[in-house]
Structures are given as structure tokens and as C-alpha cells.
């Protein structure tokens, strides 16, 4: 018995030592939202290409990508706030319908952000992924299809069942909520996910963690 209350407390310090607290470092959402990656967890990255939080937060999650659960299934979405940042949307979707996404992702980033390009247009867009060996006619007419209209029109739906009013934000699997601003650093939100992820699996939250081990202290005395 004292061995298992002594595991108990173990998980307790572990869990309070990242001091983690529903309603401060995520949200979880009053009404969850279907997800698209079956039966593994979902990690899902609501950014916006013109956003340089967005910008900064790649290194810390392509980190994470490189040791993520095999369980887990990473996803992005990009938000529309408004009419002058559809076209990067369009191009996101664009990009990962002809297979080259991570040929345009990171680089459309960096020429924004970094090199202070003005790409804010179809042709501008255009331009740009033949200079990253993209095909200029396949990309325009992946832009302007049918089927990266609707996914756009989803993920306009999709922000406004996930709340979202800021970027970047992550939503684990269609029930949590939070970001970099809510936890206060990139490196404690990754804490979060891999939090919310051992919740998903059936690890207890904090509160429940602390409960087990008042009980089994209890049984003790």
C-alpha cells in the first residue's frame, strides 16, 4: 500500500509541477467539435500565415512532431479573420491537395516574415510556388476549385465552434483549447498537448490525480 501511495504522489508532484489547471492553461470547449483522424487523437493548429506568433511557433512544434504519440495525428487550419488573408488560406489548402504542403508551408512563412514579401494575392501566390518548383497551373486551378472553396468555407466553421478569437491556438481532439498566450510561453503549451493527450488515453486530470491519492491516504491512516 505505501508503495502504490507512493506512485500516487509521485504522479501527483509530476502533475503539479507543470501546474497545469483547466480554465487557466486550456479550455475545454462546452460543445466539442467532430474531428477527421478517426480513431487516433487529433492535434489540430489553428494559424494564420500573416501572424508572427504563427511564424515562431513552427520550431517548437516541428520539436514536437519529431517524438508525438504514434496515436496522434497532427493537423493544420488556416483562419480567416477577414477578407485580405483568404487567398493564404485558399493557397494552404491549394498547396496540400497537389501533395506539395510542406513545400509551400514553411517557405510562404519565412518569405512573409522573413524577407517581408508582399504576397497577398491569386497571382502573387502563384508566382510564388513555381519559385518553389510547384507547378503554376496545377496550383491556380487547386486554388480555384470547388473542393478548397468548401474547406475554406469549413475551417470558417470550424474556427467559430472551436471559439476562436486569436492564432496560434491548438485544439486537441476536438475538445481542448489553448495557445501560447493562454499558458504564457510556446514551450509550456507543448506541455499541455502531451497533457490533454495522456487525458484522451485515460490518464487522470490533475484534480482526479490529487483525489486518488487523498483517498489512498486515507485508507492509510
Not at 489553428?46 to 514536437?64: G, I, K, N, Q
Request: proline content about 5%; aromatic content about 10%; hydrophobic content about 40%.
Amino acid at each position: 500500500m505505501n508503495a502504490l501511495l507512493g506512485v500516487a504522489f509521485g504522479v501527483l508532484i509530476a502533475v503539479r509541477a507543470w501546474a497545469i489547471d483547466e480554465g487557466i492553461d486550456y479550455t475545454e470547449l462546452a460543445r466539442p467539435q467532430p474531428t477527421e483522424s478517426g480513431e487516433k487523437i487529433e492535434v489540430l493548429e489553428v494559424f494564420m500565415y500573416s501572424c508572427p506568433h504563427c511564424f515562431y511557433l513552427e520550431p517548437t512544434l516541428e520539436e514536437w512532431l519529431a517524438t508525438k504519440p504514434e496515436n496522434v495525428e497532427f493537423k493544420r487550419m488556416p483562419v480567416i479573420f477577414n477578407a485580405r488573408v483568404e487567398p493564404h488560406a485558399k493557397a494552404y489548402y491549394a498547396a496540400e491537395q497537389i501533395g506539395k504542403g510542406e513545400q509551400f508551408h514553411l517557405p510562404l512563412f519565412r518569405a512573409l516574415h522573413e524577407d517581408k514579401q508582399a504576397i497577398w494575392d491569386e497571382d502573387a501566390l502563384v508566382t510564388f510556388a513555381e519559385a518553389q518548383g510547384i507547378d503554376g497551373k496545377a496550383f491556380r486551378a487547386a486554388y480555384n476549385s470547388f473542393s478548397v472553396n468548401m474547406q475554406v468555407q469549413q475551417a470558417r466553421e470550424s474556427a467559430k465552434g472551436f471559439g476562436i478569437d486569436s492564432v496560434p491556438t491548438v485544439i486537441v481532439n476536438g475538445k481542448y483549447r489553448t495557445s501560447p498566450a493562454q499558458v504564457g510561453s510556446r514551450k509550456k503549451m507543448v506541455q499541455v498537448i502531451d497533457y490533454l493527450i495522456g487525458i484522451e488515453v485515460g490518464q487522470p486530470k490533475a484534480e482526479e490525480a490529487e483525489r486518488a491519492v487523498s483517498s489512498k491516504k486515507s485508507q492509510t491512516d
